[in-house]
Structure formats: structure tokens, C-alpha cells
């Protein structure tokens, strides 16, 4: 299992990143995967998961009507469009996975990428 991140930055307030998760060895499909981030002196916290083959979604609190979690089934890539960047968004952003996890809690996750810096500046 290997899952590659892309797509941080530095972005300004109120702006927009696309973040994309590569993954490869297994089938994304059918397993629950997501995006985690640790911002300096935190706790790494799940920010959106889509769970295993019923696609269903979860959001943290902060993020709800903001970030858009997506899986390309065929691409065996996740996305995570986050508009409306505040500086409290700014962390590490990784993406994780996990064949049997059903909650979007980063303990229950087995595998992760190397994470990709977002950086909103006021």
C-alpha cells in the first residue's frame, strides 16, 4: 500500500487548494479513506473520510460547507477541495487509509502518506 499526496501551498485567505491522495497496492473502492492533518503543537485530527464501498462522508465540524472530499474509483486517487481557506487550516495534510476502519479517527488508520504542507496566510 502506498499513498501519495499533492497539491499544498501557500495560499491566501479566503482561497482555494486542491489536494489530491495517489494511491496504489490495493483497491480503493473498498476501503475507508481520508484526510488527517496536525497543525504545530496539535493532535493530528481526521478532517473528511469517505467510508469503504458505500461512499458515505464524514466531516469535521470546522470544515463542513467548506472542503469537499472525492474518490476517483478509476484513478484510484482521493481529492480533498478545500475553498474558502482560513488560517487555522494551515497544517500537515496527510492522507490515510484503512481496510476495515469505519470512523475517520486517524488511530484506526494502518496506512499513511508522507503528508503535504497547507500554509493560509491572513
Known amino acids: 500500500v502506498q499513498l501519495v499526496e499533492s497539491g499544498g501551498g501557500l495560499v491566501q485567505a479566503g482561497g482555494s487548494l486542491r489536494l489530491s491522495c495517489a494511491a496504489s497496492?490495493?483497491?480503493?473502492?473498498?476501503?475507508?479513506i481520508g484526510w488527517f492533518r496536525q497543525a504545530p503543537g496539535k493532535e493530528r485530527e481526521g478532517v473528511s473520510c469517505v467510508y469503504g464501498s458505500d461512499g458515505i462522508t464524514y466531516y469535521t465540524d470546522s470544515v463542513k460547507g467548506r472542503f469537499t472530499i472525492s474518490r476517483d474509483n478509476a484513478k484510484n486517487t482521493v481529492y480533498l477541495q478545500m475553498n474558502s481557506l482560513k488560517p487555522e487550516d494551515t497544517a500537515v495534510y496527510y492522507c490515510?487509509?484503512?481496510?476495515?476502519?469505519?470512523?475517520?479517527?486517524?488511530?484506526?488508520?494502518?496506512?499513511w502518506g508522507k503528508g503535504t504542507q497547507v500554509t493560509v496566510s491572513s
Open positions: 497496492g490495493f483497491t480503493l473502492d473498498y476501503y475507508t
Open positions: 490515510a487509509t484503512d481496510p476495515v476502519a469505519r470512523l475517520c479517527a486517524p488511530w484506526l488508520m494502518g496506512y
